[in-house]
Structure formats: C-alpha cells, structure tokens
T-cell receptor, first 116, second 114 residues
Framework: AQKITQTQPGMFVQEKEAVTLDCTYD???????LFWYKQPSSGEMIFLIY??????QNATEGRYSLNFQKARKSANLVISASQLGDSAMYFC?????????????FGKGTTLSVSS | GAGVSQTPSNKVTEKGKYVELRCDPI?????LYWYRQSLGQGPEFLIY????????DSGLPNDRFFAVRPEGSVSTLKIQRTERGDSAVYLC????????????FGPGTRLTVL
C-alpha cells in the first residue's frame, strides 16, 4: 500500500509568492516522523524540514513551514516568498520510528517551477 | 566537514556484467542506507546498516543485489548479472545513529545498463 501520496506532479509559482506542496501519508503507527527533501537538477537530496508525530507545534525552518494536520494525515510544505533557486523536485517522506528498519518512505515528488 | 561521498558518479555497463558502487558516509555516522531512484520516482529503500551489520535488507529486489560494510564505515553495493532494469540513480545516506531524524544523502551514482 502506498504510504506517501503527493498528488501534484508539478506546481508553478511566481517569485515572492507563497506555495503549498501537498503530502498525505498512511500509517498505523502512533510514532513516526515526516520529512521534506529538495532535489535540484544536480541530483543531491537536501533536507528541508522535519515534523515528529508528537510535536504539537508545526515545524518551521526559515522560509519553510510544515502544515501538519494529524487527523487528516497530511503534512503539507509551505514555502514563503519563493525564489528562483527554489525550482526543484520536492519529496515528502515518512519514517515509522518503532520499526526495526528506519528507512525513509518517499512519495513520487512534486516539481516546483518558480518564474520571475 | 565532508558530506556523504559516492563513487563513481556515473557508471555505464553492459547487461550481464558485475558492478560495485561505493559509499563513504559522514565520519562517525553509524547508520547507513542505500536507496534506488528511478527516473521520475522518489527514492526506494534497498538496505540499511547499523554498524557493520545489515539491519534491514528487505528492499533488495533479488539475490543479484548484495551490500557490505565490513568496518562499519564505507559500504559497497554489489550488483551481479546486471539487467537493463537496474538502470537508476543509487543513493546512499547516513545518519548519526539508528532512528536519528535527519539522513544526509550523497550525490548518487547514476548506473546505466546497456
């Protein structure tokens, strides 16, 4: 069963605007972590932000914030004041903390294009 | 400090050949992960090491794939009798310890099987 769903193959935004990238997840565990990674055309995976399932506050890191709605099992990434350098592929990922293997489970990604 | 490094950055081989892909994690990171990313997809988990031992190899697609980490640092992913379907970017990541939040990724090895 697919555990991370990113329904937006591509998103387009103008510089300085905010954009929301959607992510829904599926797990029966109570303890898990949610991640967002950025992958530019160079191919490296860059960690952006992390939200633990027990965190009461939404995570924020500079221009990135995570809109965590536990009951809806959604973990949308909000990028404020978009910049041209934000153009990249964005992946939502989950780790089920109590499993023996702590690998990340990734969604299919969303391509973000920022125009001037 | 140095990040995760992977060699080679690109590997082109012929169907049926054997290949080795190397990952050098961040110094002191005990957890090491291999992922495979096909075109247009997110990375898919292959195998996870905690120290020298493979703690979870449930993602390896078949017995042609094998990985080792003999000294708990550098890891080698080995693929026997390569097939065209093995063509992908192979990503390695490390984290400070098991269950630690952030995994740091290397730049990947792009494998092309002709």
């Amino acid at each position: 069963a697919q555990k991370i769903t990113q329904t937006q193959p591509g998103m387009f935004v103008q510089e300085k605007e905010a954009v929301t990238l959607d992510c829904t997840y599926d797990t029966s565990d109570q303890s898990y972590g949610l991640f967002w990674y950025k992958q530019p055309s160079s191919g490296e995976m860059i960690f952006l932000i992390y939200q633990g399932s027990y965190d009461e506050q939404n995570a924020t890191e500079g221009r990135y914030s995570l809109n965590f709605q536990k009951a809806r099992k959604s973990a949308n990434l909000v990028i404020s004041a978009s910049q041209l350098g934000d153009s990249a592929m964005y992946f939502c990922a989950m780790r089920e903390i109590n499993q023996a293997g702590t690998a990340l489970i990734f969604g299919k990604g969303t391509t973000l294009s920022v125009s001037s | 400090g140095a990040g995760v490094s992977q060699t080679p950055s690109n590997k082109v081989t012929e169907k049926g050949k054997y290949v080795e892909l190397r990952c050098d994690p961040i110094s002191g990171h005990t957890a090491l992960y291999w992922y495979r990313q096909s075109l247009g997809q997110g990375p898919e988990f292959l195998i996870y090491f905690q120290g020298t031992g493979a703690a979870d190899d449930s993602g390896l697609p078949n017995d042609r794939f094998f990985a080792v980490r003999p000294e708990g640092s550098v890891s080698t992913l080995k693929i026997q009798r390569t097939e065209r379907g093995d063509s992908a970017v192979y990503l390695c990541a490390s984290s400070l310890r098991q269950g630690d939040g952030e995994q740091f990724f290397g730049p990947g090895t792009r494998l092309t099987v002709l």
